[in-house]
């Protein structure tokens, strides 16, 4: 069984996010712990409140929670100052799942388009999955284009890594049109969960505005972009996704978006039980 949720905000407050989260009936669930175009933290990092939102987390089952990390981190940047940055950025992300009791810290590799410094990249890795502690996870997502949105990169990245269990990867299927698997194929699905060998933890689910392969990352409504409705049904009913949590990352451009969104995917999922019986 798969568990679904939503990306939300926590800008406008605790009991409203928690309100939301009851009204779309989700069991997962990713929020940025500030503004995400930034380094520094926005929101709300009293720990008073922090217990309050871990409490009513739990309490209204949320499992696993997720943590996107700012867009700007960036480890492997070819700038030093950049890359000790992003690690203290992350290390701080890393407290602040802590403190919630939550899951994953999902992460992007900054842009797709500049090259990446390999060796500080896996230094700073190593040195953050040093201090994950045990249930928490450093989740890398695959980007729309560049050598980053392969996923055997990922894979092999993850595992030059000392303590690879602390790593995982988190597939965004935006992404991965973008970069070019064609999730309406499913050999081409299994060519994905082949080249990312079991480390697979979390799925953003996205459809595309992009072209297949054209490295745009531009995210469209469940159905309604290029991988469409049947590629991600396909996607979906691939087997390795069984077990794995969704969270779908879909514009928000009406107030009813979200609740579409998971309407439909609910939807895919269902039918996929029925077809497997
Ligand atoms: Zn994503």
């Known amino acids: 069984m ?19 989260i009851q009204l779309l009936n989700i069991n997962t669930l990713q929020i940025f712990s500030g503004s995400p175009r930034t380094y520094r933290k926005t929101a709300t990092t009293n720990s008073e409140s922090l217990k309050y939102l871990e409490n009513k987390l739990q309490e209204i089952n949320i499992y696993p929670l997720v943590i996107h990390a700012p867009y700007l981190v960036n480890l492997g940047s070819l700038r030093e100052d950049v890359a000790l ?3 203290y950025t992350l290390e701080n992300e890393l407290r602040f799942l802590e403190i919630l009791n939550g899951q ?17 990249m896996i230094y700073y890795l190593d040195s953050l999955a040093d201090m994950v502690p045990p249930g928490i996870n450093l989740l890398l997502e695959n980007n729309p284009g560049g050598e980053t949105s392969k996923i055997v990169y990922l894979q092999n ?4 890594v000392s303590k690879p269990d602390r790593l995982g990867i988190c597939l965004d299927t935006c992404h991965l049109y973008a970069a070019g698997y064609n999730l309406r194929n499913n050999d081409s699905v299994n060519h994905i969960f082949e080249e990312a060998d079991g480390m697979v933890k979390l ?3 996205n459809d595309s505005r ?8 531009r995210h469209a409504h469940i159905g309604k972009g290029n991988i469409g409705l049947q590629g ?12 794995l949590p969704i969270i779908i ?11 579409d969104n998971l309407k439909i995917l609910r939807h895919i999922l269902g039918r996929k039980m029925v077809d497997s019986n």
């Open 2 to 20: 798969n568990r679904i949720g939503a990306h939300l905000h926590i800008a406008t407050g605790i009991d409203p996010l928690i309100k939301e």
């Open 85 to 87: 940055k992003s690690a």
């Open 104 to 120: 994953f810290l999902v992460f992007h590799f900054g842009t797709s388009k500049t090259p990446l410094n390999e060796k500080r």
């Open 157 to 160: 990245l993850i595992n030059k």
């Open 203 to 205: 799925i953003h689910l």
């Open 210 to 217: 992009g072209n297949l392969g054209s490295g745009v990352d």
């Open 232 to 243: 991600i049904i396909t996607f979906l009913h691939h087997k390795y996704i069984d077990d």
């Open 249 to 259: 990352e879909t514009p928000k451009d009406s107030p009813d978006a979200d609740g």
